[in-house]
């Protein structure tokens, strides 16, 4: 699990440093990283939505809820 937080926080990184090569010219370095940081923000929730989306067309809602829910009592009891 770390290793997997080190190498999403490394490519995080390495977006931003493309986007402030690839932008300098054009906007100031503050604004560059805002565009970035916002950009991951709308990816990550448009991921989540569509990911919800496609379970309750594949198991349903019934399904789907209870498949939620029995995951967030898993991350609970693991984090206590």
């Known amino acids: ?3 997997e ?8 990184l390495s977006v ?6 690839t932008l300098r010219r054009y ?6 990283a805002a565009f970035s940081v ?8 448009w991921n989540v939505v569509l990911g919800v989306a496609v379970m309750l067309w594949a ?3 019934t399904q789907t809820k209870a498949m939620l829910r029995k ?5 609970a ?4």
């Open 27 to 32: 906007a100031s370095s503050e604004n560059i």
């Open 71 to 75: 995951s967030g009592r898993k991350q």
């Open 5 to 12: 937080d080190t190498k999403k926080e490394h490519l995080e």
């Open 16 to 21: 931003q440093a493309l986007d402030l090569l």
């Open 38 to 45: 916002t950009q991951d923000s709308v990816i990550t929730a």
């Open 59 to 61: 198991f349903g809602y």
């Open 77 to 80: 009891s693991a984090e206590t």
């Open 1 to 3: 699990m770390i290793l």
